[in-house]
């Protein structure tokens, strides 16, 4: 039976976490899941705090509800990031090659997949394919640049 473990360190401006599932695939998949879902838990958590603050008060109700968005949103996004994440990293392998074109399939399916799962119609599935692929591709693009 493989071996699982999760280590982390933080070192000024990079965290770096590393899942070690057994299985290069799984490794990445949850990889992914934990970084944007904590960034999107982050985000939903800076956002709450803004309009407590701007409310002027807390209460038990508000703190639960704020702490069920983070959640939702974090497993919503982190679930998104994962599945792209798997999906590149499995094109890579099937291809043998590592560059863009991997980002725009892993993107297209994420898309097509996310879309497919929120019963969308055919042509709103094609439409967010295309998008994921589309965003997948510029960010790719941009790494490059940087």
């Known amino acids: 039976m493989p071996r699982k473990s999760l280590m982390g360190s933080i070192s000024s401006p990079k ?3 590393i899942v070690d599932m057994g299985n290069p695939l799984l490794n990445h998949t949850v990889d992914g899941f934990l970084k944007i879902g904590t960034v999107s838990a982050a985000k939903v958590a800076a956002e709450e705090t803004y309009h407590i603050v701007k409310r002027g008060s807390v209460s038990k109700h508000n703190f639960q509800n704020s702490l069920k968005k983070m959640c939702k949103e974090g497993a919503y996004w ?3 990031a994962g599945v792209y994440v798997g999906m590149e990293y ?3 392998r099937v291809r043998g090659t590592r560059d863009w074109k991997n980002a725009m399939i892993g993107g297209a399916v994420t898309g097509a997949l996310v879309s497919a799962a929120s ?3 055919r042509d709103k599935i ?4 295309i998008t994921g692929g589309a965003v997948a591709t510029a960010a790719e ?3 490059y640049l940087t």
């Open 119 to 121: 019963s969308n119609k």
């Open 90 to 92: 499995g094109v890579e």
């Open 141 to 143: 693009f941009i790494s």
């Open 15 to 17: 965290v770096e976490v």
């Open 126 to 129: 094609i439409m967010d394919a």
């Open 78 to 80: 982190g679930t998104i």
